[in-house]
């Protein structure tokens, strides 16, 4: 009976800590990774608190400056007198066939794993891969960088609109944005902007919630009215019309397929991996299926409706003053380098037409404002909780981040033409990191991905269809792939003497600036791989550690016999226990100790 009650508890023993090692004791089909169990968060780690929550704050990470200011100069670089619709086909094309099914990998990887990008594929397809996972977090980073420059000049539009009166035609709106590129105020509303995003993103997810919460749907309320006022200025359907009718000839260049679709890729957060670092958060119950698919639908809707109503007020404005269509088409081109000026030249002049027009310009530089610092938080989150899960502690990481992102959008903010070539060389890098999340999910298996991931681990969810495997496995890695091979071949054709030369937006000067990337990454590989400080015995020592580091405390002894020993064991019959020994066997927590069997 004693022998058969110690291997009960010798099996027991064996099982837990199998279990442990598969996966964790929850029993669900997380077990299928070692060590990794994804029912939940590590204990202390927070979740999100609702379904609106989630969808507020993911829409609060793409809901931005990048709807508002760079969707509209992208169209409207690419209109001609023919039209825009050539470009917004190609651009709505990308959100089914790129975007949506990139951002359904990213919420699958991030709510199962709980581990951002570089973690997430080291552990899934293998340690050797980790410098893949380290591109997007770059290309985030640098994002990151001259975002917060742009965040600075709504927050400067902001206060001129408060003290200033409105412009009322485009040479005095044009004067104003360059007059702020000429002074310091940049590179102060730079530093305003970091400190402000770094300040919300300290305390994880407990206050980015409640941040998105208030600043989204004010956001859209605002955008909603602009949108409506637009449509009823007068010559503003002449806008409309011109935006949507089609330039056929224009879908042979590859600068705008590739702009088309690394603006959905921007509009939408695909490839970028804002999304898997929120999932991180998300638990089984928030549909990722559902979110992946809606958000961003809704995201691209604020995009079209912000392009329209600059179209609205430019044209509004123009034929006024009797410009004929290709003068218009001509100044949408011409608003700053790169037109990085468009919505901060023509916004004010649309609000100039409105009695409460100063509340409302005001109004909406505030909210753009808002909603580029939740979208700034999201940035920073990518690359704080990837610390984070290198064994930092949350408030150092935030200041190690938010120090790099400044001192790296200097440049940016001291120059103009530095943050174009930043937003063109970086805008583009989504395209890279959204095919090393296709090569993730090839690389793991399409079809156990699929299920393993979301059609048998999400609860109250849509189940992932098959058209999302055609797309993942045929369309995607040949839009990705191909779009890439054709710019690269357009460039060298189109600008023989200088696509070498490193100018604002050269080719040379976006492969240098992505092999220069990869390469550090690559070499870093091996160390790119979370830390293991183990506590010292000294109180000063542990305190100073324990304040950047999460550190381990160091392993309990455990006995081990002499071979000598060991060998005498072996020799002798089994003991046979009293029952005063056989209740020593039991542990407090019910099983036997190694020491013990």
């Known amino acids: 009976m004693a022998e058969e009650k ?27 990774l070692p060590a990794m169990c994804r029912r939940k968060k590590p204990e202390g780690e927070a979740t999100f608190s609702s379904s609106l929550g989630v969808m507020l704050s993911m829409l609060g990470s793409v809901v931005g400056t990048g709807n508002i200011w760079r969707f509209p100069r992208i169209i409207a670089s690419h209109a001609d007198e023919g039209g825009a619709l050539s470009f917004l086909m190609v651009w709505a094309f990308f959100l089914w066939m790129w975007s949506i099914p990139i951002i359904l990998i990213e919420y699958g990887v ?83 902007a970091v400190i402000v995003a770094g300040l919300a993103v300290c305390f994880g997810v407990s206050t980015i919630e409640p941040v998105n919460n208030v600043i989204v749907p004010l956001l859209l309320l605002i955008i909603v009215f602009s949108f409506y006022w637009a449509l009823y200025l007068p010559f503003a359907s002449a806008g409309i019309t011109h935006m949507f009718h089609p330039s056929w000839k224009s879908l042979a260049n590859s600068k705008l397929w590739l702009d088309a679709l690394s603006q959905n890729a921007w509009d939408t957060g695909a490839g970028g991996c804002l999304f898997l670092t929120y999932a991180t958060y998300m638990k089984r119950t928030h549909g990722a299926v559902k979110l992946g698919s809606i958000t961003p639908i809704i995201n691209n809707i604020v ?26 088409v001509d100044l949408l081109k011409f608003n700053g380098p790169a037109n990085t000026g468009l919505t901060f030249i023509w916004m004010p002049i649309l609000y100039s037409t409105i009695k409460v027009g100063r509340f409302l ?84 298996g399409v079809l156990r991905f699929r299920q393993q ?10 189940q992932l269809p098959w058209v999302w495997v055609f797309v993942v496995v045929f369309i995607a890695p040949i839009e990705g792939v191909g779009l890439v091979v054709w710019y690269i071949v357009d460039e060298i054709r189109d600008n023989p003497g200088t696509w070498w030369q490193f100018s604002t937006r050269s080719l040379a000067m976006v492969l240098t600036q992505w092999s220069f990337a990869l390469l550090i990454l690559i070499g870093l590989n091996w160390w790119m791989k979370p830390l293991r400080i183990t506590a010292p015995e000294d109180p000063l020592r542990r305190k100073i550690l324990g304040a950047i580091f999460k550190l381990e405390e160091p392993p309990f002894p455990v006995f081990k016999p002499s071979e000598p020993d060991a060998i005498q064991l072996s020799s002798k019959k089994p003991p046979s226990y009293g029952a005063d020994k056989e209740a020593s066997l039991y542990s407090s927590s019910g099983v036997v100790s190694d020491v013990e069997l």
């Open 453 to 462: 991931f979301f059609n048998q681990f999400g609860i109250g969810d849509w």
């Open 303 to 328: 995009s079209l409706l912000c392009g329209i109503l600059v179209f609205c007020t430019v044209f509004s404005v123009q034929q006024k003053e009797g410009n004929s269509i290709g003068n218009i």
């Open 6 to 32: 110690v291997s009960l508890l010798a099996s027991e023993k064996f099982r837990l800590a199998t279990q442990e090692e598969s996966g964790g004791s929850c029993g669900c089909s997380c077990a299928r």
């Open 361 to 444: 310009a005001a109004s909406f530089f505030l909210c753009l404002s808002l909603a580029g610092l939740s979208s700034l938080i999201s940035f920073l989150e990518l690359s704080i909780h990837s610390l984070s899960d290198f064994g930092f502690r949350r408030v150092p990481a935030t200041i190690i981040v938010c120090t790099g992102v400044f001192l790296l959008g200097l440049g940016s903010a001291m120059d103009i033409n530095i943050l174009v070539n930043q937003d063109s060389v970086w805008g583009y890098a989504l395209i890279i990191s959204g095919c090393i999340l296709i090569f993730l999910v090839l690389r793991y």
């Open 110 to 192: 991030g709510r199962y794993t709980k581990k951002t990008v570089i973690e997430a594929i080291g552990t899934l397809i293998g340690p050797a891969y980790r410098f893949l996972g380290g591109f997007p977090f770059v290309v985030q980073f640098c994002i990151a960088s001259y975002y917060a420059v742009l965040l600075g000049w709504c927050g400067y539009y902001f206060i001129y609109t408060c003290a200033n009166p409105l412009p009322t035609e485009f040479a005095t709106s044009n004067s104003t944005f360059y007059d702020l590129q000429d002074s310091n105020w940049p590179v102060l509303c730079h530093a305003l």
